[in-house]
């Protein structure tokens, strides 16, 4: 009875040793930060295609990213992260442009205004962070998160003008706005500058669920934009810096 009792004592006291140490060390480390990022975005595949008449393509191109981010740890190594996220994707005028004067002669002078791409993202999940040297100064971070988008499409103004028209007329495709659901998967690495405060770096991969939307597709003269109802897939790969500010 004696030894069963002498054993128990040393599990309870095994428990509480390595609890104290887990949270020593988290505590070296901080228990969470905040962080304030910004960067660059780079749509892909049919996002990033330039091809007006299909209607598959984001004629997306490079943009810039905002996010605030909250990271919780509960373990040493591993906690939760919630992030409020905005990317603006420009389109690119130029191609647009170009295609509409090569199959539209009747555009004169087509004054072409377009907005771009809105992605406002809500996300929740989880996130790794490991320090790999003892200095503890440098902390390599990954995270993987799910939630909600509101994604807002590009718009289109135009004008037109030819022998059945006889006058300028103004053609303009709203923007659009669809919600639906989204994925981040992403690495990065934070350096102390001094004991609350980090500079970050991130890589990401957002790619968000698709979602039926009316598409601009072509102006047919003195009619109308024809639009098509397809499906949109927008995906990109984000590249940010900003400062973390940790607390324990």
């Not at 509409?100 to 004054?111: C, I, M, R, S």
Request: net charge positive.
């Amino acid at each position: 009875m004696r030894i069963a009792s002498l054993f128990i004592l040393l599990i309870l006291h095994n428990a509480f040793a390595f609890s104290q140490a887990d949270t020593l060390h988290a505590k070296k480390q901080g228990r969470g930060y905040i962080a304030f990022m910004g960067g660059m975005s780079g749509p892909l595949g049919s996002f990033s295609e330039k091809n007006l008449a299909n209607a598959k393509s984001g004629l997306a191109k490079s943009g810039c990213t905002m996010e605030f981010t909250f990271s919780q740890k509960f373990y040493k190594t591993l906690g939760i992260s919630i992030m409020l996220r905005g990317q603006f994707n420009g389109v690119d005028n130029a191609q647009i442009a170009n295609q509409l004067y090569n199959e539209y002669p009747a555009l004169n002078n087509p004054g072409l205004k377009t907005s771009g791409w809105k992605i406002q993202t809500l996300m929740f999940g989880g996130f790794h962070s490991y320090a790999p040297f003892k200095s503890k100064k440098i902390s390599i971070d990954s995270r993987i998160m799910i939630g909600v988008a509101l994604i807002t499409t590009p718009s289109f103004e135009y004008r037109e003008q030819n022998g059945i028209c006889r006058k300028s007329v103004e053609r303009n495709y709203m923007q659009l706005s669809y919600f639906t659901t989204s994925l981040l998967l992403g690495s990065g690495i934070r350096y102390e500058v001094s004991k609350y405060v980090s500079i970050k770096l991130d890589a990401d991969y957002l790619i968000i669920n698709p979602v039926q939307a009316d598409v601009f597709t072509k102006p047919p003269a003195c009619l109308d934009a024809t639009t098509s109802n397809t499906t949109l897939f927008v995906q990109s790969v984000n590249l940010s810096a900003g400062i973390a500010f940790k607390f324990d």
